[in-house]
């Protein structure tokens, strides 16, 4: 089955415990993205990635780092959590970097930073 | 850059009533045109898209959009909502940026479904 997996799916922690959402996809698709989601304002996108080794700064990357070492797999790394990246975290991707492509979304992530 | 607005954040239908979501874009050419589905606990999921020749686009789940050039809109529709159609749904325009996919998402209209 075609899929965007990420793990974990919930996740407590503390301010500055490092920490890392993976996101893996089946689909030999080269552009996956990350996207959080908080109310009112929509999903914004973080990070994005156009191949392997090929990454990118969303809108909103601050915070955040990513890496792309293998074409299936896009973990979002947090190294010192804080209080304001609570929220909903969507990976996706789609089979290419063109517009014309949809994305596949993974279940979510919610992470709350306490 | 392009944009994207949902005017409404909250709509209430009644089962079996016909149902219209509203989604207005700005962008300087014909953009590339989404509607996704969110249930809850769940990702987005593609209801239908839109990149050029027919203005009326057809979707999963008996939805439909029609993009409106002059009104710069992409409104979906759907003739009679069923109470399985209650979630949140996000409009979105692609458009090339540097050479790649710059999506960006609307902030959503929650759709609930009374008996």
């Known amino acids: 089955e075609a899929q965007v997996t990420q793990n974990p799916r919930y996740l407590i922690t503390v301010t500055g415990k490092k920490l890392t959402v993976t996101c893996s996809q089946n689909?030999?698709?080269?552009?996956m993205s990350w996207y959080r989601q908080d109310p009112g304002l929509g999903l914004r996108q973080i990070y994005y990635?156009?191949?392997?080794?090929?990454?990118d700064k969303g809108d909103v990357p601050e915070g955040y780092k990513v890496s792309r070492k293998e074409k299936r797999n896009f973990p979002l790394i947090l190294e010192s959590p804080s209080p304001n990246q609570t929220s909903l975290y969507f990976c996706?991707?789609?089979?290419?970097?063109?517009?014309?492509?949809?994305?596949?979304f993974g279940d979510g992530t919610r992470l709350s930073i306490l | 850059a392009q944009s994207v607005t949902q005017p409404d954040i909250h709509i209430t239908v009644s089962e079996g009533a016909s149902l219209e979501l509203r989604c207005n874009y700005s962008?300087?050419?014909?953009?590339?045109l989404f509607w996704y589905v969110q249930s809850p606990g769940q990702g987005l999921q593609l209801l239908l898209k839109?990149?050029?020749?027919?203005?009326l686009v057809q979707g999963i789940k008996g939805f439909e959009a029609e993009f409106k050039r002059s009104q710069s809109s992409f409104n979906l529709r759907k003739p009679s909502v069923h109470w399985s159609d209650a979630a949140e749904y996000f409009c979105?325009?692609?458009?090339?940026?540097?050479?790649?996919?710059?999506?960006?998402f609307g902030t959503g209209t929650k759709l609930q479904v009374i008996p």
């Open positions: 996706a991707s789609s089979l290419s970097s063109q517009g014309t492509q949809p994305q596949h």
């Open positions: 990635s156009m191949n392997v080794e090929v990454t």
């Open positions: 839109y990149f050029s020749g027919d203005t």
């Open positions: 979105a325009v692609g458009a090339f940026s540097g050479g790649y996919q710059k999506v960006t």
């Open positions: 689909m030999n698709h080269e552009y």
């Open positions: 962008y300087g050419a014909t953009p590339y």
